[in-house]
């Protein structure tokens, strides 16, 4: 963030995102709830911010693989959502996971998504836009993020 920019109430708003090296995989942010209940949220960067992006079906179906599956491994996830851009997700987990662990969460579900036969729920009935998928796209992009896992804590270049 430059010094001309006032602080945002997003978090992501805030985020240099000349300064990142993507990929990544970030806290971004920590909430406490009235009752000590605790959500986080977790910034998985697969492309460069205003270099490269994901296409919308590749998005889609990471979507759909990564909240499926990730459930196999933690009953701590809440959501796996796309972002805006398409550079990314954002991976909500309830309680205060140790770190390794969420990166560990993330390598076992891109890796159940390299075997994937098929995009879960990647039809009329279960999806709003039941074609606009790729299998084989979400699997390249999972192989190109599990390629980098060594540098996944490494945020900025």
């Known amino acids: ?3 001309q920019q006032p602080r945002m109430n997003v978090e992501s ?5 000349r ?3 993507a990929p990544y995989v970030r806290l971004a942010d920590r909430k406490e709830l009235p009752a000590g209940d605790v959500i986080v949220k977790y910034d998985v960067r697969f492309a460069q911010p205003n270099t490269a992006h994901l296409e919308m079906p590749v998005v889609h179906s990471l979507e ?3 909240a499926e599956k990730s459930r196999n491994h933690s009953d701590r996830v809440l959501d796996f959502s796309p972002m805006g ?3 990314g997700f954002y991976l909500m987990l309830s309680g205060d996971p140790a770190e390794e662990d969420v990166l560990d969460l993330v390598e ?10 098929e995009v879960p729920a990647a039809n009329e009935v279960q999806c709003g836009w039941g074609a606009n998928h790729t299998l084989t796209g979400a699997q390249d992009a999972a192989r190109a993020f599990l390629a980098e896992r060594a540098r996944w804590t490494q945020v900025f270049a």
Do not use: G, K, Y
Request: hydrophobic share 45%; net charge negative; glycine share 0%.
């Open 1 to 3: 963030m430059t010094e």
């Open 13 to 17: 708003f805030n985020l240099d995102h």
């Open 19 to 21: 300064a990142v090296a």
């Open 64 to 66: 759909h693989l990564f």
């Open 85 to 87: 851009c398409q550079t």
């Open 108 to 117: 076992a579900t891109l890796t159940d998504i390299t075997d994937a036969t």
